[in-house]
């Protein structure tokens, strides 16, 4: 589809999103930080309020192909960026996924700084609603959407799944707001298909316990911050930011990386929910890396294959 179109589709109001800007990649190299793609758009407002944290990026594979798998990928950053959406590249995750033939939609969220928990989520959600509604406009398939994320964009990837159609969830005489209203596309589905989770947290109220270096009880932890108070003060605010308390078993497959020296999110929490996945019936692959820390050692070119040997059979399977 030709930039014209899209720009009168934006003026329709048929998308909620400024003119995106496609161009062709100019790197040659597939080494981390570089980015082999036939198309991309940039700083797509998938929410239409001008924030920086509601843009994501559409990369296209080289190949030519009339519709794309899509996968959408999420950063690590302890919940404090609103900005970090091309560290999918940086890391290595988005290359790897471009040369399989997989689009790749790199998007920002709210900071804990600017907006508690579920804010986040609800960020997420309207990201992949605004990708399905417009799937047709960047030459994306939204017969499969999977997500990943590593750190804390892993813990949203595991949310993102075990919350498929959740709306909202009750618990304890107090409901929360999953799904949110962010957007245009409210009535658009945004359910994924499968779940790559990279050394996530996922029950912070377990993290000390389990030999973490940093004090994650601390009022000032990424944890804290992010649901606005002392985690262990706020035990029922942790367990709606838990993915584990949505898994059912129609939760989609997942399959979780974690080293086991890594000093700031403790392998434990990857067990748990892996453990706790599997209780309830859905599938779930975990991958413990010998020696593996947060990130290095763990986030390699032999774990990448793993990843889209994954999404591969999910495909193949949904």
Not at 95 to 103: D, I, N, S
Not at 165 to 180: A, C, H, P, Q, S
Not at 248 to 264: K, M, R, V, W, Y
Request: hydrophobic fraction near 35%.
């Amino acid at each position: 589809m030709n930039l014209l179109k899209i720009f009168l589709l934006v003026a329709s109001g048929f998308l909620a999103a400024p003119v995106p800007s496609g161009a062709q990649s100019p790197q040659q190299s597939s080494e981390k930080g570089e980015i082999r793609s036939s198309r991309h758009w940039t700083d797509l407002d998938y929410v239409g309020d001008g924030q920086t944290g509601h843009r994501l990026d559409i990369h296209l594979p080289e190949k030519e192909l009339e519709r794309y798998p899509v996968i959408i990928s999420i950063y690590g950053s302890a919940w404090f960026s609103n900005n970090s959406k091309g560290a999918t590249f940086s890391e290595g995750i988005g290359q790897a996924l471009l040369e399989t033939g997989y689009a790749v939609v790199t998007i920002n969220h709210r900071s804990s700084n600017e907006a508690k928990f579920p804010a986040q989520i609800q960020d997420v959600k309207a990201a992949i609603r605004f990708v399905r509604a417009n799937a047709g406009m960047f030459s994306l398939d939204p017969g499969f959407i999977g997500i990943t994320g590593w750190s804390s964009g892993g813990h949203l990837a595991a949310l993102t799944g075990t919350t498929n159609n959740v709306d909202t969830y009750e618990f304890d005489g107090r409901t929360i707001d999953i799904e949110g209203e962010l957007g245009r596309f409210t009535k658009t589905s945004s359910h994924v298909d499968a779940v790559v989770d990279w050394f996530g947290p996922a029950n912070f109220l377990t993290m000390d316990e389990c030999g973490s270096t940093m004090s994650h009880n601390d009022e000032k932890s990424p944890e804290s911050s992010l649901i606005g108070g002392p985690i262990q003060s706020n035990r029922e605010k942790c367990y709606f930011a838990d993915p584990a308390t949505y898994a059912n078993a129609q939760t989609p497959s997942f399959l979780i990386f974690h080293g086991d020296e890594d000093p700031l999110v403790p392998h434990c929490q990857s067990e748990y929910l892996h453990e706790k996945l599997r209780s309830t019936g859905a599938e779930s692959e975990l991958v413990i890396i010998p020696e593996g820390k947060h990130g290095p050692g763990v986030l390699i070119p032999e774990n990448f294959q793993k990843m889209i040997s994954f999404f591969n059979q999910q495909r193949v399977d949904s």
